[in-house]
């Protein structure tokens, strides 16, 4: 799983750094579309919130919180599968080839991390060492 978030993180850096940085050079929707509006301070927070949704669910997946992080890690995978949005835009296939790339894997990498996501949580009660699962057995007293 380390090597997946970590994957996608990386890609995501990339992604998310171009979008902000030559935000210009992207198509964008008219101005009658029924798609909310994507600014460039948008792309910014919501690749800093994303980023936490991902560490957080990594923090409890350590935790062995398997179905908690399940979550946040579904909620993280749509930093990937919101890329799918350039595509609703007339002219994103139009993009420079290395721009088709990093949007595609991004959108592959959140699909892998959403797929993990649900594979966690379906399969958590095997996930969790048997250890985890019995509560702490409370200290006896002397009576």
Request: aromatic share 12%.
């Amino acid at each position: 799983m380390c090597w997946l978030l970590g994957a996608a993180f990386v890609v995501s850096v990339v992604h998310y750094v171009d979008n902000y940085v030559n935000y210009d050079d992207y198509p964008v929707q008219p101005a009658d579309s029924a798609l909310p509006t994507v600014t460039k301070d948008l792309v910014a927070i919501s690749w800093f919130v994303f980023t936490a949704l991902g560490g957080i669910g990594l923090l409890l997946w350590f935790r062995r919180h398997i179905t908690t992080s399940a979550v946040f890690l579904t909620a993280y995978s749509v930093s990937g599968l919101i890329g799918i949005g350039h595509y609703t835009v007339a002219g994103a296939t139009d993009m420079v080839w290395w721009r088709q790339t990093h949007v595609v894997l991004d959108i592959a990498c959140g699909a892998a991390v959403l797929g993990f996501a649900l594979w966690a949580a379906r399969n958590s009660s095997e996930l969790i060492p048997p250890a985890a699962k019995t509560p702490a057995s409370a200290p006896q007293r002397d009576a």
